[in-house]
C-alpha cells in the first residue's frame, strides 16, 4: 500500500493507521533527512527478522534505529554529559551516532561491542511515527541487491510490492547518506562523511 503523508504537517489519522501496521509485526518505507529508509518497531523480532530477509544482511551487522529526540534516545543507551551537548547542537539532523546502548535494546540490535547507530532525523513523518508507537523504529535504506538506492516511494513499491506492507510517500529526499559519528569514550570519531557537518563536532 502506497500513501502520501504531508511532510510538514503530517495528518494524525494516517500517522495513526501506519502505527497500527508496525504492531502487528509489519514494515514500512518511510522518508528521512537522508534516504527513504525501510523499517518496523525496535522491539517487534518478527519483524526486524523480515527486514534482515529483505536486505539480505547477515544478522552480525545491527541496523541503526530513529529515536524522537534527546530524552528517547537517553532511554536506549548511555549518554554522558559530552555526548549529550554534541548531540542537542546537531539533532534533529543527517547524523548517526554511536553510542553504548542500554539494556532496553533488543540484543539483535546491537554490535558485539554493545554499541547501537542511533538518529534523530529533521523529518515530521518519521519522528510522529515513533512517538505515536511509543518505541523506536528501525532504520535501513532503501536499496537494491545492487546497492542502489531508491529514491522515490513509488519505485520502492513497485520493487517490494507485498513484502513492505505500507510504503509512505513523503515527498523528495535528498538521497544522500547521514555521517556516522562514535561518541564512544567522549572521543568523536567520524566513522563515514556524509551530508552531516562534521567540522561541527
Known amino acids: ?26 514494515i514500512i518505507a518511510y522518508p528521512t533527512d537522508t534516504y527513504y529508509g525501510i ?4 522491539m517487534n523480532k518478527k519483524a526486524i527478522e523480515k527486514i534482515y530477509l529483505l536486505k539480505q544482511r547477515d544478522k552480525n551487522r545491527p541496523f541503526s534505529f530513529i529515536c ?7 532511554d536506549y ?15 534533529p539532523g543527517p547524523y548517526t551516532f554511536i553510542l553504548e546502548g542500554s539494556k532496553l535494546v533488543p540484543k539483535i540490535m ?30 535501513t535504506s532503501a536499496t537494491m541487491p545492487d546497492g542502489a538506492v531508491f529514491d522515490n516511494p513509488s519505485l520502492i513499491h513497485d520493487h517490494f510490492g507485498s513484502r513492505i506492507d ?3 510517500d513523503g515527498g523528495p529526499v535528498p538521497g544522500q547518506p547521514s ?3 562514535s561518541l564512544i569514550d567522549d572521543i568523536p570519531e567520524i566513522i563515514r562523511k556524509g551530508i552531516g557537518d562534521t567540522t561541527l563536532l
Open 110 to 139: 546491537l554490535t558485539n561491542r554493545k554499541t547501537a547507530g542511533i538518529r534523530v532525523p529533521n523529518n515530521k513523518i518519521c519522528l510522529a511515527l515513533v512517538e505515536e508507537i511509543g518505541n523506536p523504529i528501525i532504520s
Open 77 to 91: 543507551a548511555k549518554v554522558s554529559n559530552y555526548a549529550y551537548k554534541t548531540m542537542r547542537r546537531l539533532l
Open 166 to 168: 505500507i510504503v509512505i
Open 179 to 181: 555521517s556516522v559519528v
Open 1 to 26: 500500500m502506497l500513501i502520501e503523508i504531508n511532510p510538514d504537517n503530517p495528518q494524525q489519522r494516517l500517522i495513526r493507521k501506519v502505527s497500527e501496521v508496525l504492531k502487528k509485526d509489519g
Open 39 to 42: 523499517g518496523c518497531d525496535i
Open 68 to 74: 524522537s529526540g534527546l530524552k528517547n534516545i537517553s
